[in-house]
Each structure stands twice: as structure tokens, then as C-alpha cells.
């Protein structure tokens, strides 16, 4: 049995600092659980009362005299470390705590809501929250919270089908609005979760008990971060391999969040592409906003997911069918012409101003002739389409559609069937819209989003082998390195991992440089190796095209120059000699270490312009040469790789796996390395290969000692 069952299903609650008054939070606490389908005991606890509405109430927690499953505390939050002590010692399985106040109010408050958790650690007592709005068993009728929205919430109303759906929410008020509209829509709830500020259990707690839980299809995440990463990705994983749908709102996904980094690949990334490229990974569908989930969850509920892009919009009004289309084609979905069978079979239903094109107007005459229910039984078993969205004004009180009939085309079809009202629909039409099964929403973007976004979804994870290890020698190389290494301090040591880099020399004066330049071979390029200059363009100190042994002095002599006037202050390490590479498009591949899931990959094109263009892919690492393919046919620029208008083909499958190497090395470097950057790689434009032009890496301690041996190598 999971360890957090008797949370859920408890057969004893205790509400502490329990008040007759239902206008208070604990008033309500109390009334809601013995209005509920609970069962079990129930202990008002507080000293103030000998009864409440004909229930004992305890003066202590101690004074039940027998352990509790669950205790809801809501007292004032000066009082809630004394009362963990007494729940603990009274063999309390489970704290709730409703009480706010902690660390989300600052003024040494987060430093009490550590003390909660050391409490639950040092006694072994769970504890949810602070900060928390409890908890609903739908399936049991169990409620422990105080939220409005569970007044009614044992009334039975009609549902989409038997799955149903479960609700994590950081933020308890959101949570149970999520109930509140999911019901309205039809949803069936297993359990609606607050986990509050999660000073012991998290998220990835309760997410793993939904993942085994035979009445949750769906589960639904409402989060603003992720404190247990490692649990939370093992639990993601299960329910991926045990076919259960995560849906994931993460907020504050502002570019406020930006971090201020060194490299190219963290100025691009704001904070939150770490959770869009692991949610993306564990195949976590993210929506953008609470309508889009809503319409998401509706259509899981419904039992059927898009398996590609492809949607038909059948329509009984032109103007509403063109708004769908449009919708659909900016979220990213297709509407294909429907092949000439199907549209002659269409265009035998209807009347001559109707049109069998997609979108398909069967007009409102189609309505009344059946011709709306026969078109969308033909067109789901046609192969030709992945989702229908069927446009209809369900105003009023006058059904004009065979219910029977449309519930038995839904069911029968392979893919998912949802309705759009461009009209706000009436009761009696919501309502038949459910009991028939059909997702009926009011918001086309939503709609149209959502099944990009399912469609989207890979059901199974990429196969990927065990990382290939990294030579003792290069970490200990590592270990012994400065903050910032270099370019070429950085490109020794992906020598040392077998990464391909070409002949390049450090020079320290004019003759050292242009001796190394003619020893390399004219043209040479010429840039200045400085810890504190990370992007050498910026600082005047990259000279290309270095056609003789004069040039390269005058270069080094300039490149000095600019190098000091930049950065007066600067170590200097000397300036870089090497073979100019061949032209072709520019590629950068970056490494940048997320604090809550570790290394992520970026792959895209820019060089240094990669900033402007922000046309880049992330994954988390490690990836395989398949992933990689995947990140870089992502790009918008992906063409450029593969043959654009008649040009040669790149060394695509180099490319993946140079960036498959690069994402093994940023795992075995993970507790050291904070960013590895290669920019620009240089693709050969006659599809020969490929040059690393330069490399940056930062790690995350700052030692004092340097890098001789790495220098000594680049000679």
C-alpha cells in the first residue's frame, strides 16, 4: 500500500482549532468533513468547547487518546510548531496545515516553515503544506478542505465518460477552481491535492501516488516549481509508461526570470526552458493557459487523443467554420482537402450552397437532414483527418441534433470528436453535450491548441543507451582548471573526450604568432584567449583572413590593443592561432546547468548573432544522435542542414553526433561544469564535415589554480 494512502483515505480526522462558526475557515473545515461521505472519526480539537453541534471536542490532540490518520490545523501560525510536537507525540500520521504565514510572507517566516519541515523529518509524521487548502477524495466523497467550491460537491451531475481526472495545485485556490470548472465541463475528479508551500511532502509525492492509482486517468499539475526533481521525473516516467496523461500549467514563465550568464546559451535561455524541455522529454503536455488545459483534459477524458495534426471543421455556419479554421491554423494544425471520394460522398448530403471542402459547411439545412452526423461518421473512419471540431450554435432550449446518434458516431470513432458553440450555450445544451460524451468548449484558441499540443506528444519515450564515460584524465584536468576557461583551455580538454579539434597555437608575442600563423598554413584567423573577455567579437579581438607573417604580427599587435581598452583590468592569456575554416552556416551547441533538473542541451543557428535570432532547441541531457536530429530538424532554419534549394546536403549525421558527445560530457560533468559552449560550429558548405570554431566553459567553483598543462597542450 502506498505510503500515502491513509492521507487519502483516512479512517480517523482530527480538526484542530475547530470552531462552531462556519463563517471561519475552521468552522468550515469541521462542517465540510462531517458533511461529507466520510465514515470514519471525526475529533473537533480545541480547548475552548465541550461540543461542537453535538460532537465531543477535545481539549488537546493527546486527550482523543489514540492516534489519528489526518489532523487539519488551522491556528494561528505562532501556535503550529507546538502543535506538530503534539501531533507527532500523540502517533499523528498526518498534519495538514491550513495556516499561512511562512515562508510565503517573508520577515524570518521561511525560516519557521523549515523547522515544520525538521519536525516531519526528526518524527516521521507527514506533513502537508504550510499554507495548504487540503484535500477532496471524489471517489470516497471525502472532503478535508474549507474551499467554497465542495459545498455542492457531492450533488451528482452528469460526466464525459467513467476516466477521471486528478488535480495537484500548488496554489489552493486555483486547485479547486480547476473542480469548480472542470465540473461544468464534465470531468470526472479521482482527488483535487493543495500542496501549499510543501515544507516536507511535494508535489512529486503525490504524484507518485496518482501514477499507481487505479481511478485517475488524467493528472492535472498546477505548479510553480519543482522541489524534488529527481522524484518527480522517476514518477513522470511510470505514468508515461502506464499510458496516464500529465497535463502541466507551470506559471511565471516571465522573461523577469532571465538569468544573468556569461554564454550565448544562457542569455538566450530564460529560467523556465528547463521545464519546457524536461516537461517536453517526459512527454508532459504543457498548455498556456487554463483554457487550453481545460479543453486538454476534456478531450483525454473523452478517451481519444489526436494522432497527428490533421482536423476537419465541420461547420453549420461559413463565418463561425472560417473563425475555427483560422484558429486551427495559427496553433499549428493542418486542414487537408478532403480526397475526391470523400468530398463527392460529402457533397451527395448536402444542399447547393453547402461546401465540401475543409472547412465543410453543411449549413443548418445539413442539421435537420442528418447530413452533419453522416459527414462526421464518414470523415472519422477516413483516415484522412486526426481530430473534427464540429462548429454549432447550441443556444436555446430546442435540441435539433439525434443524441443517440451522436453519441454512437463519437464512440465509435477512432479519433477525437469535440464541439465549438460560437454562440454561449444553454443548459439544456451543455448538459446533453455531456451525457452524449462530447467535449463542448466556447473557446476556439483553447480547442484548436490543445489538440496541437496532444497531437504533439510522443507516447513513448526515445530508447537511449547508457552515456559513453569521460577519461579520468580530462576531469582531473578539469579539477585543477580556473572559473572560465578559455577557447583553447576548453577545446584541450574536449581533446581529451575525443571531440575533433583542428591545429591551433597560442602565441604570447608578434613573433610567437606569426611564426605559428605560417607553421598552420595562410589564411589563419587570430583571436584573443582572456577569462574575462568570453565573447571576443564584442572586444575587437577576433581578426580573420591573415594571409601573411606581416598581417599576423600587425593582428597581434591590434587585438592587444583593442583586448586592454575593453577590458583594462583583464588577464590576457595570449592570442589563438588557427586555420581558417570553411564557409558555411553557423551552429552553435551549448550546455547550461538548470538548478532543478541539471544539464540542458541547446542546439541552433546564429553564431553570434544566435541572441538575435533565438532560433534554438533544448533537451535535457544526455541525448542520443536520434535526439539530436530531432532538436535540430526543430529549428527553423532546420532546411539549411539538409540540401536548401539545390545545395549540398551538411554533414548531418557528424553534427548529432558531435552533439550527442558534448551532451554525455555535460553529464559526467554535471556537480562541475555550470556552462560548455561551442560557437560557432562551422558546417563545411561542401558537406565535408565541420569545424569548432570556438568553445567557452564556465564552471561553477572558482579555484585558484590555473590551466599550465591544457596550455602546454595547444602548442
Keep these: 500500500m502506498h505510503p500515502l494512502h491513509s492521507l487519502l483515505w483516512p479512517s480517523s480526522i482530527a480538526v484542530v482549532g475547530a470552531s462552531p462558526d462556519i463563517g471561519k475557515i475552521r468552522g468550515r473545515l469541521l462542517a465540510y468533513v462531517r458533511k461529507s461521505a466520510f465514515s470514519g472519526d471525526v475529533f473537533p480539537i480545541n480547548p475552548s468547547y465541550a461540543e461542537i453541534d453535538g460532537l465531543r471536542c477535545f481539549p488537546s490532540i493527546a486527550a482523543v487518546g489514540r492516534s489519528v ?10 501556535q503550529v510548531l507546538d502543535e506538530l510536537e503534539r501531533c507527532a507525540a500523540a502517533g499523528t500520521k498526518f498534519a495538514v496545515i491550513i495556516t499561512s504565514g511562512f515562508a510565503e510572507g517573508g520577515d524570518g517566516s521561511a525560516e519557521v516553515q523549515a523547522r515544520i519541515g525538521e519536525i516531519a523529518r526528526r518524527t516521521g509524521m507527514r506533513v502537508i503544506g504550510p499554507n495548504a487548502e487540503g484535500f477532496y477524495n471524489a471517489v470516497g466523497g471525502i472532503i478535508a478542505s474549507f474551499s467554497p467550491t465542495l459545498e455542492h460537491a457531492r450533488e451528482p451531475l452528469p460526466v464525459l465518460g467513467t476516466r477521471r481526472v486528478a488535480v495537484v495545485a500548488q496554489s489552493g485556490g486555483v486547485g479547486f477552481a480547476l473542480f469548480s470548472h472542470g465540473r461544468r465541463l464534465g470531468f470526472a ?55 496516464k496523461q500529465i497535463v502541466a500549467i507551470k506559471i511565471g514563465q516571465s522573461a523577469a526570470g532571465q538569468r544573468a550568464t556569461l554564454s550565448h546559451t544562457a542569455s538566450v535561455a530564460g529560467w523556465h526552458v528547463a521545464y519546457d524541455a524536461m516537461f517536453r522529454d517526459l512527454g508532459i503536455l504543457q ?26 471543421v465541420v461547420t453549420v455556419s461559413g463565418g463561425a467554420g472560417a473563425l ?16 475526391a471520394p470523400t468530398r463527392a460522398a460529402i457533397e451527395g448530403m448536402l444542399p447547393s450552397y ?9 449549413t443548418a439545412t445539413g442539421v435537420r437532414t442528418g447530413a452533419l452526423l453522416r459527414s462526421i461518421a464518414l470523415l472519422s473512419c477516413s483516415g484522412e483527418v486526426d481530430a473534427i471540431i464540429i462548429v454549432h450554435s447550441l443556444g436555446g432550449t430546442h435540441i435539433n441534433l439525434d443524441l443517440a446518434e451522436l453519441a454512437r458516431v463519437v464512440a465509435d470513432s477512432p479519433i477525437p470528436v469535440c464541439l465549438y ?49 569521460v577519461p579520468g584524465d580530462a576531469t582531473a584536468q578539469l579539477h585543477g ?12 580538454l574536449l581533446k581529451l573526450c575525443s571531440i575533433d579539434i583542428p591545429r591551433e597555437v597560442l602565441a604570447r608575442d608578434a613573433e610567437e604568432a606569426a611564426a605559428a600563423a605560417e607553421g598552420i598554413g595562410f589564411p589563419v584567423v587570430m583571436k584573443i584567449q582572456s577569462p574575462d573577455i568570453p565573447h571576443k567579437s564584442e572586444a575587437g579581438g577576433v581578426k580573420l583572413g591573415i594571409g601573411s607573417k606581416e598581417a599576423a604580427r600587425a593582428a597581434y599587435a591590434t587585438i592587444l590593443a583593442n583586448a586592454r581598452a575593453y577590458a583594462p583590468d583583464g588577464m590576457i592569456d595570449g592570442v589563438l592561432i588557427q586555420a581558417s575554416a570553411p564557409a558555411g552556416p553557423e551552429i552553435i551547441i551549448g550546455m547550461l546547468q538548470d538548478d532543478t533538473f541539471g544539464p540542458m542541451m ?3 543557428f546564429g553564431g553570434v548573432a544566435v541572441e538575435l535570432f533565438k532560433d534554438v532547441a533544448y533537451r535535457p541531457a544526455p541525448v542520443t544522435p536520434d535526439g539530436a536530429r530531432e532538436m535540430l530538424m526543430a529549428l527553423k532554419s532546420a532546411p539549411l542542414l539538409s540540401g536548401f534549394r539545390g545545395r549540398t546536403p551538411l554533414d548531418l549525421e557528424g553534427l548529432c553526433r558531435l552533439i550527442a558527445r558534448i551532451s554525455e560530457i555535460a553529464v559526467a560533468w554535471r556537480e562541475d561544469v555550470r556552462e560548455l559552449e561551442l560557437n560557432p560550429v562551422i558546417m563545411h558548405a561542401d558537406g565535408s564535415g565541420f569545424t569548432i570554431a570556438d568553445a567557452l566553459l564556465v564552471r561553477k567553483e572558482q579555484p585558484e589554480a590555473g590551466l599550465p598543462a591544457l596550455a602546454e597542450q595547444s602548442r
Design 69 to 78: 490518520d489526518v489532523a487539519l490545523i488551522a491556528i494561528p501560525a505562532e
Design 189 to 243: 475528479f479521482s482527488h483535487i491535492i493543495t500542496s501549499g508551500n510543501e515544507a516536507d511532502l511535494t508535489l512529486s509525492d503525490y504524484l507518485d501516488y496518482l501514477v499507481d492509482d487505479p481511478d485517475t486517468s488524467v493528472i492535472f499539475l498546477y505548479l510553480e516549481t519543482i522541489r524534488d526533481p529527481d522524484g518527480f521525473v522517476r514518477a513522470a516516467r511510470r505514468a508515461r509508461a502506464q499510458g
Design 287 to 312: 498548455p498556456l493557459d487554463l483554457d487550453e488545459a481545460l479543453a486538454a483534459v476534456a478531450l483525454l477524458l473523452a478517451g481519444r487523443r489526436p494522432p497527428g495534426p490533421r482536423v476537419a
Design 324 to 339: 475555427a479554421a483560422d484558429a486551427a491554423e495559427r496553433s499549428g494544425l493542418v486542414l487537408p482537402l478532403p480526397s
Design 354 to 362: 453547402g461546401s465540401a471542402v475543409n472547412p465543410i459547411d453543411i
Design 421 to 469: 458553440s460560437y454562440v454561449q450555450p444553454s443548459e439544456i445544451w451543455r448538459m446533453a453535450m455531456i451525457e452524449t460524451g462530447v467535449p463542448m468548449v466556447t473557446n476556439l484558441p483553447g480547442v484548436t491548441s490543445a489538440i496541437a499540443r496532444l497531437a504533439g506528444v510522443r507516447a513513448e519515450p526515445v530508447a537511449a543507451d547508457a552515456p559513453a564515460p
Design 481 to 492: 582548471a580556473r572559473s572560465v576557461l578559455c577557447e583553447y583551455e576548453a577545446k584541450a
Design 602 to 604: 541547446m542546439v541552433g
